[in-house]
């Protein structure tokens, strides 16, 4: 192939002596080089083109010329803007001499990697440029696509490569194989070059941990947990290895997390995670116990009983008052039941107030009325005779006094706030028992008397 292109340019000189033999060698502009920009004069060609993520669909990977590893990013020679890269020589002898550019700003998205490509020939030369793209991964690099221009007819050619900026956001460096080929077709490069570029778009890795939360107070009652962590930082609640609930802290750093509420002396463990992945210390809360005990409920009181009793809030103290004045204290078992002694008995229609408080200081309490549970005392009666149409005496104020003969009920009535009452009657014979019963309103009942009609 060499042969015939050497031929073929011979044959190209030798018609040019016969038919412009007045023309002059230096008189042609196709032989200088330009440097790089906008040169006039001579064909020069801008070409701007994406690069493309795949491989190529031609076979141009290989060198037949270097034997670097274009894998290794120690074989690459950083280069800066506008400086000289390389002599590549291709299949027809025609130098290239490669001039790097510069990065620039192409689109938001989008950054223009400019390489120039400037030959002493129109033609008579490889006319394939490639571009690979390639990205440091731990030491090898690796392929991340290309950009591939076809310069024939022109002498100089600028070439912009239109390259993802995300792509290389974690690249502080961009590293290019430039390689010229005759065709698209051929099994290898003619001559390759391996350079980098510092990348001005590169985004520093965040291996900084956000700052440990700080998480305000959790109660057994709350479903929201708030406090404050980096900003923009995502805090997650966890039990044990469960995570229960997280929220993302806005520009101020302030957050909050939906939980459902947890059960007092759990232990929560928060941390705050940045975009980057780092995550803070661990803070651990406690959650604490705002919940009162369940009122307790407590057996009737009567005011002839010094001993009360009830149900609580396991190990709650139990209270018993009478407005200020405490009457008796004491705890609740395991169980919750309790048995506490008044100091004194009470009088009925007195309330009392039972307080149940548990270890944090909740409390709840239940109100009672001391019940009527003493008989009214009994009832003294006047003499009666078989003429009496009543029965006059004495008993306990409201009481209702109740009058038998046996069985027969003769009649019924109140007593009234001085202490005396009156009950009608039919007469009675002389040597009839009549029995005075007193009844208060809690239906306690007195002892009998026993009165016999004179």
């Known amino acids: 192939?060499?042969?015939?292109?050497?031929?073929?340019?011979?044959?190209?000189?030798?018609?040019?002596?016969?038919?412009?033999?007045?023309?002059?060698?230096?008189?042609?502009?196709?032989?200088?080089?330009?440097?790089?920009?906008?040169?006039?004069?001579?064909?020069?060609?801008?070409?701007?083109?994406?690069?493309?993520?795949?491989?190529?669909?031609?076979?141009?990977?290989?060198?037949?010329?270097?034997?670097?590893?274009?894998?290794?990013?120690?074989?690459?020679?950083?280069?800066?803007?506008?400086?000289?890269?390389?002599?590549?020589?291709?299949?027809?002898?025609?130098?290239?001499?490669?001039?790097?550019?510069?990065?620039?700003?192409?689109?938001?998205?989008?950054?223009?990697?400019?390489?120039?490509?400037?030959?002493?020939?129109?033609?008579?030369?490889?006319?394939?440029?490639?571009?690979?793209?390639?990205?440091?991964?731990?030491?090898?690099?690796?392929?991340?696509?290309?950009?591939?221009?076809?310069?024939?007819?022109?002498?100089?050619?600028?070439?912009?490569?239109?390259?993802?900026?995300?792509?290389?956001?974690?690249?502080?460096?961009?590293?290019?194989?430039?390689?010229?080929?005759?065709?698209?077709?051929?099994?290898?490069?003619?001559?390759?070059?391996?350079?980098?570029?510092?990348?001005?778009?590169?985004?520093?890795?965040?291996?900084?941990?956000?700052?440990?939360?700080?998480?305000?107070?959790?109660?057994?009652?709350?479903?929201?947990?708030?406090?404050?962590?980096?900003?923009?930082?995502?805090?997650?609640?966890?039990?044990g290895t469960s995570t229960i609930g997280s929220g993302k802290a806005n520009s101020s750093g302030s957050f909050s997390i939906s939980i459902s509420p947890q059960k007092a002396g759990t232990t929560l463990t928060f941390y705050a995670q940045d975009a980057a992945g780092n995550k803070s210390g661990n803070v651990t809360v406690t959650v604490t116990d705002k919940t009162p005990p369940v009122k307790p409920t407590v057996n009737s009181v009567g005011d002839n009983q010094t001993i009360v009793t009830g149900n609580t809030e396991a190990n709650a103290t139990v209270t018993i008052k009478v407005g200020s004045t405490v009457l008796a204290s004491g705890a609740a078992n395991s169980s919750g039941y309790f048995t506490l002694k008044l100091t004194a008995v009470q009088k009925a229609g007195t309330t009392l107030t039972v307080y149940a408080t548990d270890k944090a200081g909740n409390q709840s309490s239940t109100n009672l009325t001391v019940l009527d549970k003493t008989p009214p005392a009994a009832p003294t009666v006047n003499k009666v005779t078989y003429s009496s149409t009543s029965v006059t005496g004495t008993g306990e104020k409201g009481s209702k006094i109740y009058i038998y003969r046996g069985t027969t009920l003769l009649g019924t009535a109140t007593v009234d706030t001085y202490g005396k009452f009156t009950v009608a009657i039919t007469k009675q014979t002389k040597g009839a028992q009549l029995e005075v019963i007193a009844m208060d309103n809690a239906y306690n009942q007195s002892k009998s008397v026993f009165v016999t009609v004179y």
């Open 1 to 239: 192939m060499k042969a015939l292109k050497t031929f073929f340019c011979s044959f190209v000189v030798v018609c040019l002596f016969a038919i412009l033999p007045s023309v002059a060698f230096g008189e042609t502009t196709a032989k200088q080089i330009k440097p790089v920009g906008e040169p006039t004069g001579q064909p020069f060609k801008s070409f701007g083109k994406s690069m493309i993520t795949t491989a190529p669909k031609s076979p141009l990977i290989k060198s037949k010329v270097q034997t670097q590893s274009y894998t290794s990013p120690g074989d690459y020679k950083l280069v800066t803007n506008g400086q000289f890269v390389d002599y590549l020589y291709d299949s027809w002898d025609t130098i290239h001499t490669i001039t790097f550019g510069s990065v620039s700003s192409y689109t938001t998205d989008l950054m223009d990697i400019q390489v120039t490509d400037s030959t002493d020939y129109y033609y008579l030369k490889d006319a394939i440029t490639s571009i690979e793209f390639y990205k440091n991964n731990g030491g090898t690099l690796a392929y991340a696509g290309y950009t591939q221009f076809d310069t024939s007819g022109y002498q100089t050619v600028n070439l912009h490569s239109y390259v993802s900026k995300s792509t290389f956001s974690d690249q502080p460096y961009i590293y290019m194989r430039l390689g010229v080929a005759d065709s698209i077709y051929d099994t290898y490069y003619s001559d390759t070059t391996l350079f980098q570029v510092k990348n001005p778009y590169y985004v520093p890795a965040d291996t900084t941990p956000p700052a440990n939360p700080i998480v305000k107070a959790v109660s057994d009652k709350d479903t929201t947990i708030s406090g404050t962590a980096e900003a923009n930082s995502t805090v997650y609640a966890k039990l």
